[in-house]
């Protein structure tokens, strides 16, 4: 029960704190609340900090150069204040996985917990920092160059900024046991399979993303976006897609890949 009064109350100024700097929307700090009191009462603290750096990282990236993302705020189904949606789909399965390290205690949680991490943080990372390319995004299916925002869109400054924000998850879960009393040798293989999921899970997104996530189109503005209903108020059609897959459902999705990834490159021991 301690445990769970630490856990909430952790997930609480988490919470507080990111709705505070705009960060979160109501609903989205009750989606900390839940994941962060799961994840700390039922994982511990290494999987709290994971949840720590996901999210601050991940918010300041957010702010980043905001005046010059305004402009793509239409194409996304929501902005930058998280809700609830938002908050199960990245660290949902997280939570999951801090269960099953609760009921069933083996490290490859935790190295599964990382592989998810670094796919939701890596995707995050690609995204607001590849909307600020000077380069227009390529199709991920077909390569042919697109609108900046559109989804399953790479950027090579997108695809890098990936790359560091799985290393970054990566590299503190490989801290984090090493500090346990880890060999160096399985901090390192944590590390490199963190970062490997961390970039594989991004682009199983960005793929879910030019597949099957559902895109609408607003015939009033004749653009393409994920919101149902437009920024201009305008009802939108389905363009394509399966219409009950949308963002937060392919961020689940790329998560899930991420632990798969994780775990198929390779546990570790104490």
């Known amino acids: 029960m301690s ?3 630490i856990g ?12 505070w700097r705009g960060a979160l929307s109501p609903s989205g ?20 900090i994971l949840l720590v750096v996901f999210f601050t990282s991940s918010s300041a990236l957010s702010f980043y150069r905001q005046r010059d993302k305004i402009g793509l705020a239409e194409k996304f189904a ?11 789909a990245n660290a949902g399965l ?19 917990a990382t592989g998810a991490m670094a796919a939701v943080n890596a995707d995050t990372w690609a995204t607001e920092i ?16 697109i609108e900046t925002g559109t989804s399953g869109g790479l950027t ?41 999921a961390g970039l594989i899970g991004s682009l199983v997104d960005s793929l879910l993303g030019a597949t099957v996530q559902v895109v609408y189109f607003c015939d009033r503005c004749h ?27 392919v961020n689940f999705l790329s998560s899930t890949a991420g632990a798969l990834i994780a775990m198929t490159l390779g546990g570790y021991g104490h």
């Open 156 to 196: 090579l400054t997108g695809t890098a900024a990936a790359l560091a924000g799985a290393l970054l998850i990566g590299l503190v879960a490989a801290g984090l046991r090493l500090a346990e009393g880890a060999s160096p040798g399985s901090a390192l293989a944590l590390a490199g399979a963190g970062t490997a």
């Open 8 to 19: 909430l109350v952790f997930s609480a100024a988490l919470g507080g704190l990111g709705y």
């Open 3 to 5: 445990q769970v009064l």
């Open 29 to 48: 700090v009750l989606g900390a609340l839940i994941v962060g009191t799961l994840m700390y009462s039922l994982g511990g603290l290494n999987w709290a």
């Open 78 to 88: 929501k902005g930058h204040r998280r809700d609830l949606g938002q908050a199960l």
């Open 130 to 145: 590849g909307v600020l390319s000077p380069t227009r995004p390529r199709l991920i299916t077909t390569g042919q160059p």
């Open 223 to 249: 653009k393409e976006t994920e919101r149902a209903v437009h920024g201009c108020g305008q009802a939108t059609r389905r363009l394509r897609g399966w219409p009950w897959l949308n963002n937060d459902g």
């Open 94 to 112: 997280a939570a999951l996985l801090a269960a099953g390290a609760a009921v069933w205690p083996s490290p490859r949680w935790f190295l599964a």
